[in-house]
Structures are given as structure tokens and as C-alpha cells.
């Protein structure tokens, strides 16, 4: 049974680009999050996905957006990168109503 | 303002001997609390957790307690082993452990030697 996949695993943009990363919940888990790890720090929460609609959100500009599919996939995307977006950008995925997260390897971007 | 502190960037054990790592929390709003264990290259691993309303919680080798009137939890590891090793990060929030966001902290690197 796979667990939660993150495409791509390292990603190197301009500043000024986009970026759109990739995740696949684990099989039976219908509620994504995002969260930013920047070096030297825990993970931040960006945002979460259920049944396609965004549920909550932290503290994170508009240039942070995302999507969750009928499949339950989800992308998080990024707008006008900054240097400071440099971090490990990790997903994970729960069932709703059960405690727990399970957490992909993370994207590993960096804007130089 | 960080809501959830983990005081202790580093901690080295020798093998065999208990590990104890805390974290402190600001937030009374909060209940439940977990512990990740997170290793390079890897995304964090679930290892155990607790709700407020309980105050001791065991997995094996993994205790977590937790103090409420301090606004205070431990994990304890009993014994430590080198695969033990990794990054422990504390998470706390304020609606059960999947409906809500996650505050973490910072992190201690535990370092288990043989």
C-alpha cells in the first residue's frame, strides 16, 4: 500500500517563476495538507483540502494557492517565487475524523 | 510568537539509557499532541500521541506525558537505540489530530550512541 507521494523531489525556479507541486494521498485518506518547512524549522501549515474546497488555511499569502481532485490528489501552487519560498514543501493526508497525519518525503524546492 | 517550544536543539543519549525530550506549549486551546520523528530525506513518521484528556499515553519503548497545568509534555524513550537517532518534532492542535492544522515546533535531534 503506497503511503502518501510527492512529485517532483527536488525543483530549482527563478524568482518571478511559478511552481506547481504534486501529491498523492494514501490509499483511504480523503483530507489533504500542505506545510513549509523552511532550514532549521518545523513544518508550517499552509492549508487544507476536503472534498475539494479549501477547509482551513494559515498564514500564508495569496501567491500560495491550491486544488484537491475527485481522486483526492492535490497541487499547491505557488505564484511570483521569492527567495524566502526555499524550503522542503511536505503533504500529508488523514481521514477525516480519525487522528493522524501521514506525511510524504516532501518537494525539496529551491529559487535562486 | 511560537506556540508550541522546543527548548532543546540537540540531545545525545548513549545507548541503552532512557531519552526524555520536552516541549512546552502556549496555547490552552490545544488537545491533542503528537510526536513526529522525522529522518534526512524523509517526510516526519507519526510515532505517538495524546489527548488533553489523558495525561500518559505508552507505545513500547514510547511514553509521552503530559503536564496541563504547566502546559508541558515529555517523550520518553526507554531503552534508546542507534536507529532511535532523527529529528523529534513536537505538534499540538486544537481539533484532534487530522481536522486541524498542526502547530510543530522546532525540533530536537537526537543522537543515540553505540
Known amino acids: 500500500d503506497a503511503g502518501v507521494t510527492q512529485s517532483p523531489t527536488h525543483l530549482i525556479k527563478t524568482r518571478g517563476q511559478q511552481v506547481t507541486l504534486r501529491c498523492s494521498p494514501k490509499s483511504g485518506h480523503d483530507t489533504v495538507s500542505w506545510y513549509q518547512q523552511a532550514l532549521g524549522q518545523g513544518p508550517q501549515f499552509i492549508f487544507q483540502y476536503y472534498e475539494e474546497e479549501e477547509r482551513q488555511r494559515g498564514n500564508f499569502p495569496d501567491r500560495f494557492s491550491g486544488h484537491q481532485f475527485p481522486n483526492y490528489s492535490s497541487e499547491l501552487n505557488v505564484n511570483a517565487l521569492l527567495l524566502g519560498d526555499s524550503a522542503l514543501y511536505l503533504c500529508?493526508?488523514?481521514?477525516?475524523?480519525?487522528?493522524?497525519?501521514?506525511f510524504g518525503s516532501g518537494t525539496r524546492l529551491t529559487v535562486v | 510568537d511560537q506556540q508550541v517550544k522546543q527548548n532543546s536543539p540537540s540531545l545525545s543519549v548513549q545507548e541503552g539509557r532512557i531519552s526524555i525530550l520536552n516541549c512546552d506549549y502556549t496555547n490552552s486551546m490545544f488537545d491533542y499532541f503528537l510526536w513526529y520523528k522525522k529522518y534526512p530525506a524523509e517526510g516526519p513518521t507519526f510515532l505517538i500521541s495524546?489527548?488533553?484528556?489523558?495525561d500518559k499515553n505508552e507505545d513500547g519503548r514510547f511514553t509521552v506525558f503530559l503536564n496541563k497545568s504547566a502546559k508541558h509534555l515529555s517523550l520518553h524513550i526507554v531503552p534508546s537505540q542507534p536507529g532511535d537517532s532523527a529529528v523529534y518534532f513536537c505538534a499540538a492542535s486544537e481539533e484532534g489530530g487530522s481536522q486541524g492544522n498542526l502547530i510543530f515546533g522546532k525540533g530536537t535531534k537526537l543522537s543515540v550512541k553505540p
Open positions: 500529508a493526508s488523514s481521514e477525516t475524523g480519525y487522528g493522524g497525519y501521514t
Open positions: 495524546i489527548s488533553s484528556i489523558k
